[in-house]
T-cell receptor, first 111, second 113 residues
């Protein structure tokens, strides 16, 4: 089955700086890669996703890049703000299958 | 739309008791997923349904766990008998099928003492 590795497990950045979280996946048939943000005690919320026929996608301060050959994808957050503090999960999915999640990154924005 | 609805939101039970978690997916969605979240194991897929049919239950940890989807608007996850290591947050999610977004419910926090 699919295996998703996520790094780092904790990331602390100064407010206004950029944050990058990286993930690798094992199943070359995976074709959908979402990123979820989860605040304490809340449900995971989708913040951005990318399909395997696209190399990059951007939504305001958030961008995701995908390298299918290397089987890795990354989340980039620019101009970080205090409300960006949360746990971020990457995931991979093949077709209509369920999501396989990474272990999560605790992002801390230092004022 | 009310989103994915789960009940109960919190459940505290004693070891050995039967626990039933409930989920109502978003109307029109044909895929339903059950996930479990713990500190040690993160977010894990337990089982998913397409058009009310179970497709992959390889994530169900033991025979003590069972899930049903009798119709397009309702699913249950049952644990019988429950054990302390089943303590976790159980999320239900629904989607329109294919490589698209899954919408998560608020989760059920289960504590087994």
């Amino acid at each position: 089955g699919e295996n998703v590795e996520q790094h780092p497990s904790t990331l602390s950045v100064q407010e206004g700086d950029s944050a990058v979280i990286k993930c690798t996946y094992s199943d070359s048939a995976s074709n959908y890669f979402p990123w979820y943000k989860q605040e304490l005690g809340k449900r995971p919320q989708l913040i951005i996703d990318i399909r395997s026929n696209v190399g990059e996608k951007k939504d305001q301060r958030i961008a995701v890049t995908l390298n299918k050959t290397a089987k890795h994808f990354s989340l980039h957050i620019t101009e970080t703000q205090p409300e960006d503090s949360a746990v971020y999960f990457c995931a991979a999915r093949r077709g209509a299958d369920g999501l396989t999640f990474g272990k999560g990154t605790h992002l801390i924005i230092q004022p | 739309d009310a989103g994915v609805i789960q009940s109960p939101r919190h459940e505290v039970t004693e070891m050995g008791q039967e626990v039933t978690l409930r989920c109502k997916p978003i109307s029109g969605h044909n895929s339903l997923f059950w996930y479990r979240q713990t500190m040690m194991r993160g977010l894990e897929l337990l089982i998913y349904f397409n058009n009310n049919v179970p497709i992959d239950d390889s994530g169900m940890p033991e025979d003590r766990f069972s899930a049903k989807m009798p119709n397009a608007s309702f699913s249950t996850l049952k644990i019988q008998p429950s054990e302390p290591r089943d303590s976790a947050v159980y999320f239900c999610a629904s989607g329109a099928g294919g490589p698209r977004e899954q919408y998560f419910g608020p989760g059920t926090r289960l504590t087994v003492t």
